[in-house]
């Protein structure tokens, strides 16, 4: 039952997610009382996430440490710095600006390896950079926003670090303990049943904060369509990006999926939850529209990765 459920939910991902931006617009005032829930919500969205996790993807880090660290650099440096370019150039507000490198600043996806995993990528390379960048997540995206924001937005970095670390890094430890413990048992008796509860919380969290930019959705302008369009061509940029990339560097059809995968995807709910609550409202524009695509992209690069092995490795056996 809770099976078929998770099935549904994850066809119904690129459906959902809008939906439940447009419910928590309608029902602002009531997502207006909820906010206080959705760092817990997500607390337990992460240990759900990462009950199928465990430790030993720190060893792909000692045979693919190149691979590990240019990753995190593509996610954390050469992202954020396309972002404040394009949002420099096309809306030069500072908000906005920092908006969209918050969106892209926030950590790999941990639902990335559910992609690498369909698409025959390297599993336990890409469960390593999803270790890796969420412990180091609480550093990471405090120090980006701090440089993004300046002076012109006051943020409470030491808040961010804490709400980073116990959203993210404590449930992550704890579900990824509970699968080395159990031999990975845990995945059968809680992770697939908690998995469509994932999924909900998700969108849950979607139409709470909803409520934080419900003002610029209900009054829609050219400016809001531009955002939308914009965030598209950075989420769009990211995958294809990546593919380039692989293409030249890695020449490996594993490595390349695993590449696109973790170098498109983003963590983006952490995104929300932080500018939501760290910052005004209009940066939350760029990070919630986000969401909007990141589901659509990863299903349609899944089909233009087919085609480019088809084209470039015919006849390569992939690993799993």
Request: glycine content about 6%; proline content about 5%.
């Amino acid at each position: 039952m809770l099976n078929k459920l998770n099935i549904q939910l994850q066809k119904l991902m690129p459906i959902l997610t809008p939906l439940s931006l447009v419910i928590g617009v309608i029902l602002e005032d009531i997502g207006g009382r909820l906010l206080f829930l959705v760092p817990w919500i997500f607390a337990f969205m992460t240990f759900a996430g990462s009950l199928s996790i465990n430790f030993q993807g720190f060893k792909s880090f000692m045979k693919y440490p190149k691979f590990i660290l240019f990753a995190i650099a593509f996610l954390h440096i050469v992202m954020p710095i396309w972002a404040y370019v394009l949002s420099k150039l096309i809306f030069n507000d500072h908000l906005l600006t920092v908006g969209f490198i918050l969106s892209v600043a926030v950590p790999t996806g941990v639902t990335s390896f559910i992609w690498i995993s369909i698409c025959k990528g390297n599993i336990p390379l890409g469960l390593s950079i999803i270790l890796i960048d969420t412990v180091l997540s609480p550093i990471v995206l405090p120090f980006l926003s701090f440089l993004a924001a300046g002076e012109k937005v006051s943020i409470d970095t030491p808040a961010i670090m804490f709400d980073l670390l116990w959203m993210i890094v404590l449930p992550s430890i704890a579900g990824m303990l509970a699968n080395e413990w159990t031999k990975g048992r845990i995945v059968e008796a809680w992770g697939k049943p908690l998995a469509p509860f994932q999924k909900i919380s998700l969108f849950l969290i979607v139409m709470i904060n909803s409520s934080v930019i419900a003002l610029y959705i209900k009054n829609i302008t050219w400016e809001i369509f531009g955002i939308i369009l914009v965030v598209l061509v950075v989420s769009l940029s990211g995958y294809t990006f990546c593919l380039i990339i692989g293409h030249f560097i890695w020449k490996r059809m594993d490595l390349i999926t695993t590449f696109v995968f973790t170098g498109g995807m983003r963590n983006i709910a952490v995104g929300v939850v932080v500018a939501s609550t760290y910052f005004p409202p209009k940066v939350v524009l760029p990070v919630v529209f986000g969401m909007l695509f990141q589901q659509v992209l990863a299903s349609q690069f899944s089909k233009v990765l087919e085609k480019y092995q088809e084209k470039f490795f015919p006849k390569v056996e992939l690993e799993s």
